[in-house]
Every structure is written in C-alpha cells, then in structure tokens.
C-alpha cells in the first residue's frame, strides 16, 4: 500500500520523457556564466518558454533523483553535467532574495548547527507569528515567536503541522490544464488573448474569488487589479469566517470592528460559545497565556471561568461553571443576562430556553444567569464577556452591549479595525459570485487557494455552477490538485507560504512578512505572483511584490534598515492596529430568527484537527487526538448522552442526518457535557481528492450546510441507520472512576480547599527512604533533569503533542493501527471526565514519560537497552534494544511506544528532507518514548561546555514546552535549588503521578485548583 | 508429592499384569519398534500434525517478513498469545521430568511404565515453548543477545531482568532433560541394537547405545549418576515454573505482582503436565495395547495428582481474590472487579469451570479408572490452564493503572495460526517418538518382575 | 590390559539369583579380574564382584560447585566490574537478582558432570568390545546374566577357570577372543 503511493508518487514528480537534448541547450545557454551571476541570468533566461520546458522537465526528474536515496549517482551525474542544473535540481536552495535570519544561532551556515527565521502562518486570515528552524536551508520545525505579542513563544496545532504540509509529498507539482503538465510560460500565453479581450469590457467577466486576505500587501494588489478592470468583481468565501463577528459589530456599533481581549486583566470570564483557548480563535495563543497567567492559586489572583456552551470544548473544561446549552438558546442566556441589568432590582424575568429538553436544566440554567450576573455586576471593569463566532449576531451585538454596561471597554475589551482586509459578507459574496456564474456574466475566474467546490454551502450549488456553466477560463490556484482544481481548466500548483514571499496581520492588526525558508520544491506560484500577472505585472516575484508595497508604506533611505530589521523581528513596527473607541447605537437588538426551537439542533463546527478541510491531507494533524472526544481520522456526529439513551444510540452506530432533503449518514459519538436535543458536525471531512491520508477519511457534513444557516439550525432528522462504524480513539475509557472509586491520576481541588489543606495533592506519596537500596546519588551530579506541568495551566491544546511529533520524528500510524491502540505519540494529552455525564467536569493531564529514578520498565529490560543516565534521564537505546516489550507491559503510565510494523516512512524523499536530523529514525521492532529531548539537552551542554559555563536556567527547553502557550510545561535542573522547576517542584500543591509506586518521577504535575462561585458551590 | 501414595497403597492394583517374563516384556515393547507394521492411523495422524507444523512455519515466516504487528499484540496489552502459549507448553513439559525424578525418589516404581514418554513428551513441549519467546521479539534476528556471550559491542544481558533468568532456567531445563532422557535410553537401545535384525537398525542404535554392554560396574555407576541427576532435575523443575512466574511476580502489574505465584505456578505446570500425559498415554495404551503395562492404577495416580495439584491451584485463586480485597489495594480490588465482570469476564469464568469445578469429579472411583472420562477432563483442564494463562498475561495488562491507557486485546488468525501449529509440531515429534524408540523403559520395567528380586 | 589371544571365559546364567550367588564364590574362589553382565541393574551384583569405589558423587558435587561459582562470578563480573549501569536505581551488585541464574548454573553443571563423568568413568562410548564376539551374548539385553573372568586375571588358566565355572552351574560357557 505505502510502496504503491510511494512508487505512484516517484512518477509524479518527474513527468515528462527524459529528454537528453534540453540539457544541451541548458548548458548552452547559460555557457560562460560563473557561480555569482548565475542566478541573475537564470532569471533573465526565466522568461523564455523552452527554457521554462526545460526547467519543468529536468527539475523534478532531477529532483527526484536526487531525493530517491536509491540513484543518487544519477543526481552527480546531473550535478557534473551543469553549474545550472545542480543549483535547480537542488531542493534545498536557498531562496533567491536575500532572507534575514532570526540571530539566536550564528549568522554563518554551520552543518549541524539550525538557524532560524522570523516568518509567519496565515490561517483565515489571521498570522500566527513564528520562527522556522532551518538545517542547511531545510526548514524543520516551527516554533512560536518569543519576541511577538501575539505569541509569546506559544504556537497552535495548524501552524506547528503545516511544516509537513509543505513537504507533502501529495501536494499538487505542476501546472495543469485539463490535467495535462503545462508550464509557467503556457498557462502566461493561454491567458495573454482572454486578459486583453476583458479590457475591452473593463473586466466585466473578470472574477476574483480569494479567501479572508489580511495581507496589505496582497489586497493592495488586487485593488490595483479592480482599478485596472474597473467592472471586475473580488469575491471572498471561507467556510469558517467571521461574517457573525462583524455583523454583530455593525448592529452594535454601525460598523465593523475587531474585537480584542485582554484577559490578563479579567476576574471574571464569561464565555458564550466561545472557544478562545483552542486554535482556530483569533488570538486564542496570546488568549491562552493570559488565561494561564491568572490561574495561579499561589500567585492569589485567579480568575473565574464560565462557559455557556453548545458543545463540549476544552475551554469548556478548564471552565469553574459550565452550562451545556443548545447554541440557539445562548442567545436567550445573552437576553436574560442583559435584563439583569435593565431590569432595576434583581428580578429575574426569564425567557427560558426554547426548547423543553434543555429545559429539564431550569434550575441550573437560573443560578447560573443570576450568579454570573452577580459576579459580573461585582467584577464591573474586571470581567469580559466573549461570543463565540458562530453565535448569530444579536448575540455578539448583547456581549458588546454588557461589556460596554459593565465598563469593561478600555480594561479588557478593546475595539480595532477589522483585520480583514476585505470584511465582506462571505456568504452572500460567495452567492453573488454564483448568481453571476449562473447568469453568464463570468468569463474568467481566478480562485485564488481555497477549495469552494468542497466547502460551499450545499443550497449555493457552488461546484455545480462552476461545472455546468462553462465559464471559459476557470483558473485554479491551489496547494493540491484538490475538489476544485478538477472543475477548473487550468490549475496552478501553488506555492507553499514556507517556499514564498508575503505579509500578513496578526490579530492585533501587527503585520508580519512572510519569507521563505526555501525555493518552492515544486516551482509553485504564490497569490501574489498571479494577482501581479492580473495587475499586469507579469514578471514580478513574490519578493518584488512585498518589498514593493513596503516601500511605497516606508519610503526613505533607511528602508533597507528597516526591511531587515522587520524580517529580523519578524513583524513590522507600528503597525498594530490604534484602538478604536466605538459608541453603542442601541441596546436592543432584534431576536435572530428561530425555526422551531423544539426540533433537534444541528451544530457545524471547525474540526479541532483539519480545521475545515485544508489540512486533511496533514498526517499529523489527522491523528492527533481531538481535545475532548480523543478521535483520530473521523469525525463522528457527536450526541449527548441522555439524548443518545433516549435515542437507543450506543457510539459508532450508524445514524442518517437529514436536513431539507440533504442527507448524511455517520456514526454517532457520545460525547458527555454534550446539551441534549442536540448534536455536533465537524467540518473538513469526507474530502474526495485530498490524497493518501485525507481521501476518504471521515464523513462530508457541508451537504447539510445551508448559507442561511451556516453555523447551527434545527430541524435536523436523525434515524438510526443499522450498523456500525469502526472510529479511532486514542483513549477509550475517559474517566478516573471505576467501579472500586475513583483514581486520584488527576488531583483537583477547589481553592478554599486548597488554601485549608495545601497538601491534599501528596497523599499516597511514598516516603523517599521507601527502598532497601541506597539510592543512586543524583545530588552529585551538576544536573539532574525535571519537570513540573501545571494541570491549571494546561488547556488541552494539544500543542505539546504536535511540537513533540515534530522534534522526534514521530510516525503516523493509520487508522487502523490507532483502532487497536499502536498510535506513537511520545505524549499524550489524556482528557478525563468526572460527574454527571452529561455535565461533568472535565481535567486534562499531558502525560510525557515519567523518568523515574526507580524506573520499573529498566529493572525488566533483559538486555540493557533501557537504563538510567547520570542526570536522572531514562535513556532509550533504539540499537540495543530486541523488543520484547516487557519494558511498557512493565511501565505504569504507559508512556513507551512500539514499532510493531514498519511504522516510519523510509522511502518517500519529502519526509526524509523534513525529518530532524538530530533524532535518530526508528525501525520495525524497538521500543520508543519521549527523552526530554536529549538532543537538546546534548546540544547545550556541548555549547555551554564550548562557552565553559553550566547550563542556565530557561535557556534549555524542550520542544512541549517551547509550545506550550500556557507556559504549563517547566523544564530544568532540579539540583539547582533557584531553578524555575525546582521552585514548582517545592510548591505543595506539587504530586507524582502513581507516587505510590514509588517510582520516584522526574515528571511531577501541579494539582489542578478550580475557582468555583461560592453561591453555585451548593 | 507424596500425596498419592497412601491411597496407592491400600488398593493395590498391580502396575504390570502378572504373567509376563524378563523375555516377554523386551519384546511387547521392543516389537512396536522392531517388527510392528506401521499402521495406516499412524501415517494419518503424522501426516496431520505436520501440515500442522508447515502451517505454524508459515505464519513465523510471515511474522519475520512483516513484524510482530501481525498479532494482536499493543499497547497496553505488550504481550498476547506468545507468551500464553509460552508458559502453557513449560507447564506441560513439566510432568516428564516430574515423573521421571520426583516420583523417582519417592520410590514410585509405578512411574517405570510412564516415565519414558513423559520425559519425551516434555522435550517436545520445552522445545515447542521455547520458540515462542524467539519468535515474540520485535527484532528476533538479535533474540541472541539475550545470551551473555563475549562480543565486539562490549555489552551483556542485564541480569536482573526476568526474562534473563528464563533465558537460563528454559535452557538448563532442556538440556537436563535431554540427558535424563537420553541417559534412560541408553541401556534399551542396546537392547533394540541386539534385537534389531536389519543392519541399518542395528548400526544406528549400535551408535546411539555407545556400546552399552550392561556390566555390573557400569550398571553400579549408572543408577548413581541417574539418582544424582534425579536429584538435581528436582529442584530444578520447581524452579523453572518459579522462574517463568517471576516475569510476572516481578513486575509491578496489578494481576503480576503477587508472592503466590511460584507455588500457584509450579502447581499449575504439574496439574497441566499430568493432563497432558494422560491425554497421551490413554490412546497409546490402547492403539498399542499396553494396558498391561500401563494399568489403571498409573491411570488412578495420575488423576489423584491432578486433584491434589487443581486444588492448590484453586486455593491460589482464592489467595488472589483474598488479597484483592484484603490488601485494600484500589488496582488490586479493580483488577478482581474486572476478571469478574470485565470484558474477559466469560473467559475467567469458563478458566473457573475447567481449572476447579470440572476435575472435582475425580473425587468419584469410577472416574478414576475410566480411561475416556479421564481423557475428556484431562483435555478441559488443558483448556482451562491456557485460559488461566490468558486471563494472567491478557487480563492483568489491559485495564492496569491509568484509565486513560486501558486497551483491549484481539488474537489474529496469525496467533492462532502459531499456536495451533506448535500443537501439530509437539504431536509430530510424539507420532514419530513412538514409532523408533521405546515409548516405555524396558530396563526399568523388568526390574518390576518378580524375577528381578535377589537375596543376599 | 596386555594383549593376550584370550579375553576371557564367560559363563551364562539364566536368572539374576543364580548369577549374584556365582559371582560371590567366584569373587571369593579369589578371582578379582572379574565382571558381570546383566540386562538390568541387579542389587548387590557389583559388591558381589568387588566392586566398591564409586566417584561419580564427587565429579558431582565438583561440577555444581564450579557451575554455580562461574554463575554468580560470571553476573558479578559484568554487572559491577565489566559495564556497570544505573538500572532503575537498583545497585550494581544487586545480589538477590543474581541468585536465580546462580541456581540455574549449579544444576546445569551438575547435570553436564554427572552424566559424561559416568560415561567417562565407564569408558563409553565404547561401539566394540570383545564380549560381543560371543554370539550369546546379544541376550545381556534381554533375559540372560553372564559372568566373565577376564585371562588378565592372575588365577586364570584356560583349564583351571572352566572347570570352576562349570562348578557354578551355567547354561553355558564359552571363552572370549579378544
């Protein structure tokens, strides 16, 4: 199977005959260049179209030969042949413009020794600012931006996985017309005749179809675009946006702004829906810090959580109150909240959720509307209310409207303008966009990324027109050959945000450029370079595109200055957005419409995974474990428990969704905290041309979408349709109760309760003289290697898992290996429920290996392949080891994994070029688990060594930690007493996981402290 | 040991039919070998078990080809069928050496007419067990490392590790049995070498026999070194049971981690060991009519010692269930919930079944002595001792201490593939055992004649 | 033993008793080159033919001893001198770890010396003998005793020796060529 993909894909990267005699003319033209000005002539030979043939030919077969490890001697062949050759079939050039490392390592390329660089992730139009490491010009890992506020050094799961987006090997490699390989120059020809003929007609026929750009200098670019085509429409349609945000804005303010928190300074936080501690939330990395910062029981200044919300998310887990609430009736809990205010003297005229199942939650729906109104009213200026983006705009209109009751704006609510560059209605552009298809009106249409054929409302029929309206030129700019690009003429392989030059906002409005870490693999184009060919600038790049529009903002002469010290930092000074002062219109708003309330709801949410679809093809992000359900590869339609008993459903049987004629059938997950009368749809599933993980993988939910009803309706018919399906879920059992009470594996206290017994989380410890050994004398040695993770802190991101995946070369298994438990993950995240199912409390607790001085999985190892370094590491000898697993039979947190196939991918040459080379590759047949990153820890010594100084405190971090946005994970040195971790090791509330044991963990978690409302603690 | 004995001692039935000369005797035994046309049942029964065996080659090929994934070995369940199948086949080799050394120096001379197969038997079962822990390693082209040998890498086994100890006890058992057995052979080869009238035969077993001439120094050193060896094979089957159960007792698995286990273990592996013998004995005695020789008391023997050993056996599951309620462990407690009412309840219940309540019907005579009941109950228990291995290995490690971890356990075809071809390849080597060697120590049985007796 | 056209003279008895009470008196007659044959081991037969020093206890004991010495020194050796390792925080010399191989190579050794001692003690494998040139003596292995005075012997005359042993009662006698 995986050979076949491999094979398959071997041939699609170099197409085309082997043809001897273009490298003759190769040769001939670049003849007499020398090394410097080889590159300029390349370029002024770029334009000529054979020289483009030649190029597109010889690149990826040489490419391919150079990455297939099997004929590398074919590669020198090449290299021999031509100066020119060899820098081109070289995959891992350096860009052609000069990039400005980020200076944490020496400016000179030393072998071994990373650079990294400043550059940014784009994901529905927000900038997750980041730093890239580099191995000799081969970007490997992606890390948070320390020095940027929207970071912190924190990174989310999208932006950490897209490294292995852009060494898919299934990502799209040529241009294509009508699937035919075309070139650069064929499809710059093909488009010369229809572009002059639109000028004629100011562009009447021209359409732009892009997704959220927040890039000045791309929507620049197309407004130059329009200028030229006066009549040329841009259209904007991302399946998740924020139409709700803004038009909840317009009703509050009468126009559109960005909204912004600072949480730093909030008591009390009041979430409506809103998911702002997991990816996909703009702002959710910063979000994520300053939440964490104030849950600090020690520090004494924790914040309190509510979280009224239609589906159980994480950061309804790290929430103090939380209410299951359909989405519909969270618009009825905004009211009643607002009335608490209106209304003098604390009446509590409540509407009352529509619907009667949820309304069997009256008693708790009531104490909670008056106890978060009670802790609003006495946090006035201290509180925030945030709206989750799918709410309908009334709701966000009312949070607006408390916030600005309460004074919190100025303290920690801000308003900006809009990141979006373009704040369109996305549905309703996109449906224009389809009226004019149907009408005739388009001649030409760019989609520019984006894959509408896949991910438009059903009702919009978007796919159909574009395939039954023959639209002359439908041109396609995608990274994957995907949905779309097959109903469009012509598809352009586009170039990956890592391999191209570009700018975009941070959701503070902070512009970050995006530059390259390396020369498109497969000679992609990016949006910029196709809107300059619109703009008719046909032979601009990337770079001259940025750069130009940066000028035009900076003129002077310090712009080189100032554009190096931008790349540099990695955002561009003084662009953040001012802070807007807005005035309410009015405090009423109109009800947004209901269609039966009594009817079973319906929720389409972003996946937790492949957001909504783009990274379907993403390997890691398919099997890492969704925050709550712990589902791999699928997206089961998840129902709550007392509906799923009413129903007869049991998890994995079969049920159809039917809503206004479309039908889905999926298997259903019972997922506890789930409101009842109410189910759940993640989107980005079911995609039909994603490639060799995505195709095929889960369930299509967009047929039920409507645009009218983008984000929840009701009305949906759910029947049991007879079998089951089999899902993938990393944790079966998801409770620490079992029928002999409960496991203290998290250990969870309120805070009066902590401030009276601080201990309570030590129990059970065993005592350290607990053994008839002398223990090995770690106090002896200069460092001994700990760390703390703080259960307050952690909200379930599942950063540390994808970080950890990343640094060690961590496989991906399938599906069917995850089915029978074989997923690799060096850590785990496990998600814990306690309670009433159908509103429990729900724990986190990211599980590493322990590293215990009394590790029990050496003390079995028959042949030492397993044993205890000198600073108190648990070292894993992959050649030593034979595999008789008894080492994780024998390990009480189950934290060793095993190669039981051949689970790492050895042949295709992608992965090969992404793979850390400080980490050693497992084969078939040992035993794997986390290190604490011991090539980190090896690389620092060796520096500190050089340097003759001992390792300091922060500077050596591992790769779950530099993730980490909360900053939960602590890493150091526990002999040195002033260390950050030895200080947490000391706090009280400190414990070891099955301490018991006495196994003597290196890995100790802080207990979780919840901050409960004294009056709903009874 | 001794348990049997007494009642041995009030019924005596006769451990040989009377009637038979030192002449007789030789030839009963020697003519199965010698002049006894091979039957059509033999040729069909080998010709069964070793397509049994092809089939076990081919799915360890294919394992070598793919890798241990083809089992329904994860995490957390680490080990699965392999090393079930493992501990059930020692258990069973443990009754040859048991017969042969204990019952030796018990003086239990009735063990002469069983002793000789029992060992064979428990060669084949050691060597079948032997291959599963090879075969188990997710790299067993380097299982070899497990042996300390001087090598470039400088490295050696780690000797507090179980599995090295198993490494150690599986072997030495084997080759003491080995030469237990070969050693008994000895002097009834000489016998087929003189019997034998085809020279081939006679050059082979003339070979085999080392040139035994049964003089009286060599007869005087001979039964020394027997005895001695019975000695030391003594203690050393107690101890390779003991040492299997410390891959388990030393680890920390709730399930594993228990003092009761060499006792419980070594009891087992006789209990198992005996039903084995019995399941083989019964057939041969009758196909090859040697109910003279193997008479109802061997039978009535060994269905006392299953009784006595299912009941040590039963009071070590009690001691568990004891101690998981007792020690107040919460993991213990848990694990006892769920052998009960867990996902593998059925299994446990049927190990319950076959292991204890099955056999009390041994208490009954009649049973005693009739050959089919003692066959089809030998056979339950057998069952019931792989299942009482399952429910260890499986059981123990699928819910062990954290929640989020637990896992389930599924056998594929290629476990049951390997496990049932290791049945055919132990039946093989028995088929082709009774077909050219003496099943029975004809020495050892003329010393039972009457004529054997001398008086000073 | 020098090469002489005799081996010996062998007498064939026909039941254990007969052969035990002929090689007392021949034992006794002053015979001391004498053996026995029987096809199982006959209580008291050897001390018959006075037989008495037995060593193979000692090559025993010898054997366990050096087994379970190079057992322990072998596990010390390594653990503790060859390649010490931290394992799981337990001492090098972890002696109640040890103890089990130990045990495992006493009874291997013991096993190993009491078996080839025997047969070296007893010389075999020994494929010829001269007691096999006499046709009735493929009967040892099955139901006759033989009896045989080796020419070795001091006492022994081809004519002298027959007549004794025709004393005894035989069922026949025959000499033994070497």
Same mark, same amino acid.
């Given at each position: ?50 020289f ?6 010889e ?15 074919g ?21 052609l ?16 020794v ?66 035919d390989?075309r070139?650069?120059?064929g ?32 929507a ?27 038009e909840g ?45 104030r849950?600090?029981p /020690? ?13 159980m ?65 006495s ?11 799918h ?28 990141? /979006? ?6 549905? /309703? ?11 005739g009106k ?11 054929a ?6 919009l ?15 396609? &700019? ?7 690009a097959?109903?469009?003429?012509w598809?352009?392989?586009e ?18 450029i ?9 000679g ?16 601009a790049?990337?770079h ?24 540099h ?61 712990k ?22 049987? &079969? ?32 995609r039909k ?5 995505g ?22 018919n ?13 944790q ?10 409960s ?17 309570f ?6 005592p ?9 004398p ?17 909200v ?23 089915v ?15 309670? /009433? ?26 042949v030492?392949?397993?044993?205890h ?8 000898v ?7 697993r ?5 390990c009480?947190y ?22 850390n ?62 260390s950050?971790?030895?200080k ?35 | ?46 010709g ?21 994934g083809?089992?329904g070995?994860?995490i ?38 069983i ?38 890498m400088?490295v050696w ?11 150690f ?6 080759t ?17 070498r ?49 040492v299997?159960?410390?891959?388990f ?5 709730p399930?594993w ?42 039978l009535?023997?060994?269905a ?20 998981g309620?007792?020690s ?11 052998r ?11 190990l ?19 050959p ?33 971890s ?12 390997t496990?049932?071809?290791t ?12 077909r ?21 | ?7 010996g ?9 007969? %052969?035990?009470d ?14 026995a044959?029987?096809?199982?081991p ?19 004991l010898?054997?366990?001893? %050096? ?31 040890f103890?089990v191989?130990?045990?495992e ?8 010396f ?58 026949s006698?025959?000499?033994v060529?070497?």
């Amino acid at each position: 199977m995986e050979e076949q993909n491999n094979k398959q894909h071997r041939e699609e990267v170099c197409p085309g005959k082997k043809d001897k005699l273009d490298l003759q003319t190769a040769r001939a033209q670049i003849a007499g260049t020398k090394g410097p000005e080889y590159w300029r002539s390349l370029e002024e030979l770029a334009g000529s179209a054979e020289f483009q043939e030649m190029m597109h030919r010889e690149f990826p077969k040489g490419a391919s030969e150079w990455l297939d490890s099997v004929s590398r001697r074919g590669f020198l062949k090449l290299m021999g042949a031509s100066l020119a050759m060899a820098g081109m079939t070289a995959c891992t050039k350096q860009p052609l413009e000069p990039i400005v490392p980020y200076v944490r390592q020496p400016e000179a390329v030393i072998p071994g020794v990373p650079m990294f660089y400043a550059t940014a992730f784009t994901l529905g139009g927000y900038a997750s600012p980041i730093l890239v490491e580099s191995h000799l010009y081969r970007p490997t890992k992606i890390e948070g931006n320390a020095q940027h506020p929207a970071s912190l050094g924190g990174t989310d799961v999208f932006a950490q996985a897209s490294i292995l987006g852009m060494y898919d090997p299934d990502r799209s490699q040529t241009i294509a017309y009508l699937g035919d390989v075309r070139t650069w120059g064929g499809f710059l020809e093909a488009l010369r005749g229809p572009l002059n003929a639109q000028k004629a007609v100011q562009g009447a026929g021209i359409r732009i179809l892009t997704r959220t750009v927040s890039s000045p200098a791309l929507a620049d670019q197309l407004r130059s675009v329009l200028k030229l085509y006066p009549q040329a429409k841009w259209h904007v349609y991302e399946p998740v946006n924020r139409d709700n945000v803004l038009e909840g804005a317009k009703m509050a303010f009468g126009q559109p702004v960005e909204t912004q928190y600072k949480l730093e300074n909030a008591d009390v936080i009041v979430s409506l829906d809103a998911d702002f501690l997991y990816a996909g939330f703009p702002g959710s990395t910063r979000y994520i810090r300053d939440f964490a910062q104030r849950r600090n029981p /020690d520090a004494g200044n924790m914040n309190r959580l509510y979280v009224i919300e239609s589906t159980m998310s994480s950061t309804g887990a790290k929430s103090d109150h939380r209410l299951p609430l359909r989405a519909v009736d969270i618009e009825i809990f905004a009211r009643d909240l607002q009335r608490q205010w209106q209304s003098k003297g604390d009446v509590i005229a409540v509407e009352g959720p529509g619907s009667q199942a949820t309304w069997a939650l009256k008693h708790e729906y009531l104490e909670m509307v008056s106890s978060v109104a009670g802790d609003l009213k006495s946090h006035s200026g201290s509180s925030v209310i945030i709206v989750g983006d799918h709410q309908p705009p009334a709701v966000h209109a009312l949070a607006h409207a408390i916030n600005q009751t309460l004074g919190n704006v100025g303290k920690t609510v801000f308003y900006t303008d809009p990141v /979006d560059a373009n704040p369109v209605d996305q549905f /309703d552009s996109l449906k224009d966009l389809v009226t004019d298809m149907r009408a005739g009106k388009v001649d030409m249409l760019f989609i520019l990324g984006g894959n509408p054929a896949y991910d438009a409302p059903a009702d919009l029929g978007f796919a159909d027109a574009l395939k039954n309206t023959n639209i002359p030129m439908r041109v396609h &700019l995608g990274l994957y050959q995907d949905e779309t690009a097959e109903l469009c003429q012509w598809h352009v392989n586009e170039a990956h945000y890592l391999e191209s030059w570009g700018d975009s906002r941070a959701y503070d409005g902070t512009v970050s450029i995006v530059q390259p870490l390396i020369a498109p693999l497969y000679g992609g184009k990016s949006a910029y370079e196709l809107t300059a060919l619109l703009a008719g600038q046909a032979e601009a790049t990337g770079h001259e595109v940025v750069q130009g529009y940066w000028k035009k903002q900076h003129p002077g002469a310090d712009f080189d200055a100032f554009w190096r010290k931008s790349l540099h930092d990695g955002w561009i000074d003084g662009t953040t957005f001012a802070l807007k002062s807005v005035s309410l219109k009015s405090a009423a708003f109109t009800p947004s419409p209901v269609n039966d309330a009594k009817a079973i709801e319906i929720n389409f949410r972003r996946d937790p995974c492949v957001y909504d679809g783009c990274f379907s093809n993403n390997g890691w992000l398919q099997e890492l474990p969704k925050p709550m359900s712990k589902m791999t590869w699928d997206n089961p339609v998840l129902i709550g428990p007392a509906m799923a008993t009413r129903m007869g459903l049991k998890s994995e049987d &079969l049920v159809h969704l039917e809503l206004n004629g479309k039908k889905v059938t999926a298997p259903i997950w019972i997922q506890a905290g789930h409101p009842d009368n109410s189910v759940t749809v993640f989107l980005g599933y079911g995609r039909k041309r994603a490639g060799r993980a995505g195709t095929g993988a889960g369930f299509d939910m967009y047929p039920l979408r409507g645009s009218s009803t983008p984000w929840f309706t009701s009305g949906v018919n759910i029947t049991k349709a007879g079998g089951t399906y089999k899902l993938a879920t990393t944790q079966g059992y998801q409770t620490m109760d079992t029928p002999e009470g409960s496991r203290p594996q998290v250990r969870s206290a309120s805070l009066d309760e902590y401030r009276k017994e601080p201990g309570f989380a030590r129990e059970e410890q065993s005592p350290a003289e607990l053994t008839l050994y002398k223990p090995y004398p770690y106090d002896k040695e200069l460092y001994a290697w700990g760390m703390a993770i703080d259960l307050n802190a952690c909200v379930g991101c599942n950063n540390c898992m994808v970080a950890c995946q990343s640094e060690n070369n961590i496989a991906v298994v399938g599906k069917e290996q995850v089915v029978i438990g074989r997923h690799m993950h060096w850590l785990r995240v496990d998600a814990y429920y306690q309670g /009433d199912r159908d509103n429990p409390k729900a724990y986190f607790q990211p599980v590493p290996c322990m590293q215990c001085e009394n590790a029990p999985c050496e003390v079995v190892c028959p042949v030492g392949a397993t044993v205890h370094s000198t600073e108190g590491l648990n070292d894993m000898v992959y050649n030593r080891c034979v595999g008789t697993r008894y080492c994780s039979n024998n390990c009480p947190y189950k934290v060793r994994r095993f190669n039981f196939l051949l689970f790492q991918d050895w042949e295709t040459p992608q992965l090969k070029m992404m793979r850390n080379p400080d980490v050693t590759v497992r084969s078939r047949g040992v035993m794997e688990k986390c290190t604490y990153c011991i090539q980190r820890i090896t690389q620092h010594r060796i520096d500190s060594e050089r340097e003759n100084r001992t390792i300091q405190d922060g500077e050596l971090q591992t790769a779950c930690q530099q993730s980490c946005p909360a900053d939960a994970i602590t890493f150091g040195n526990i002999n040195d007493p002033n260390s950050r971790v030895s200080k947490l090791k000391a706090i009280p509330r400190n414990y070891g996981l099955l301490a018991d044991l006495n196994t003597r963990p290196r890995t100790t978690y802080l207990a979780e402290i919840r901050n409960p409302n004294p009056e709903l603690e009874s | 040991m001794d348990e049997p004995r007494q009642p041995a001692a009030i019924e005596r039935a006769p451990v040989i039919e009377p009637g038979y000369t030192f002449g007789t005797v030789t030839d009963k035994i020697s003519s199965i070998v010698l002049t006894r046309p091979t039957s059509n049942g033999w040729f069909l029964g080998f010709g069964i078990t070793f397509l049994l065996t092809m089939m076990m080659l081919f799915a360890v090929g294919y394992l070598f080809v793919r890798g241990v994934g083809i089992w329904g070995v994860t995490i957390p369940i680490g080990w699965g069928f392999a090393i079930v199948n493992f501990v059930w086949w020692i258990g069973i080799g443990h009754a040859g050496t048991l017969i042969s050394a204990i019952l030796l120096l018990l003086r239990q001379s009735w063990r002469n007419s069983i002793n000789r197969f029992a060992e064979a038997m428990t060669l084949f079962a050691v060597s079948a067990a032997g291959l599963f822990p090879l075969i188990h390693v997710g790299r067993p082209w380097l299982a070899y490392w497990l042996f300390p040998y001087p090598n470039t890498m400088k490295v050696w086994p780690q000797f507090r590790s179980p599995l090295v100890w198993d490494v150690f006890a599986v072997s030495t058992y084997a080759t003491i049995s080995l030469l237990f057995w070969f050693i008994g052979l000895v002097p009834d080869l000489a016998t087929l070498r003189d019997r034998s009238t085809n020279r081939a035969a006679q050059i082979i077993y003339g070979m085999l026999a080392l040139g035994w001439r049964g003089s009286a120094r060599h007869w005087h050193r001979y039964e020394t070194a027997y005895l001695l060896l019975a000695g030391l094979a003594t203690p050393l089957v107690l101890s390779v049971h003991t040492v299997v159960s410390f891959d388990f007792a030393v680890a920390i698995v709730p399930g594993w981690h228990t003092t009761i286990f060499p006792p419980y273990f070594v009891a087992g592996a006789i209990y198992s060991g005996f039903a084995m013998v019995l399941m083989l004995a019964i057939p041969i005695r009758k196909f090859y009519g040697l109910e003279d020789f193997i008479t109802e008391r061997h039978l009535q023997n060994s269905a006392k010692v299953m009784l006595a050993t299912g009941l040590i056996v039963a009071y070590g599951y009690a001691i568990e269930g004891f101690m998981g309620w007792y020690s107040g462990n919460r993991y213990d407690a848990f694990l006892l919930w769920n052998r009960l009412h867990g996902p593998y309840a059925p299994w446990y219940l049927a190990l319950l079944a076959c292991n204890i309540f099955v056999p009390q019907v041994l208490w009954i005579r009649k049973l005693r002595t009739s050959p089919t009941a003692l066959f089809l109950i030998s056979g339950v228990i057998l069952v019931g001792m792989w299942l009482e291995r399952f429910i260890i290995v499986v059981v123990s490690l699928h819910r062990d201490f954290l929640t989020s971890s637990w896992g389930m356990y599924y056998p594929t075809r290629w476990d049951w593939m390997t496990y049932i071809g290791t049945i055919g390849m132990f039946l093989a080597a028995m088929f082709l055992f009774v077909r050219i060697l003496p099943m029975i120590s004809i020495f050892e049985m003329r010393t039972l004649l009457p004529e054997a007796e001398v008086k000073e | 033993m020098k090469r002489t056209p005799v081996y010996g003279m062998m007498a064939e008895f026909d039941s254990a008793q007969h %052969l035990v009470d002929a090689a007392h008196r021949t034992h006794e007659a002053g015979y001391l080159k004498i053996d026995a044959y029987s096809p199982f081991p006959v209580e008291g037969l050897a001390e018959a033919i006075g037989f008495h020093k037995n060593s193979v206890p000692l090559v025993v004991l010898i054997g366990g001893l %050096l087994g379970g010495l190079s057992g322990y020194a072998l596990q010390y050796w390594i653990s503790v001198v060859s390649y010490p390792i931290n394992v799981g925080g337990k001492p090098y010399h972890s002696w109640p770890a040890f103890i089990v191989v130990t045990f495992e190579m006493t009874i291997l050794f013991g096993g190993i010396f009491a078996v080839f001692g025997m047969l070296a003690l007893n010389g075999l494998p020994m494929p010829y003998h001269p007691v096999f040139n006499v046709p009735r003596f493929a009967f040892a292995t099955k139901d006759r005793f033989f009896l045989i005075v080796f020419s070795t012997d001091p006492k022994y005359s081809p004519s002298e020796t027959r007549r004794f042993l025709e004393g005894l009662a035989p069922r026949s006698i025959s000499e033994v060529p070497s």
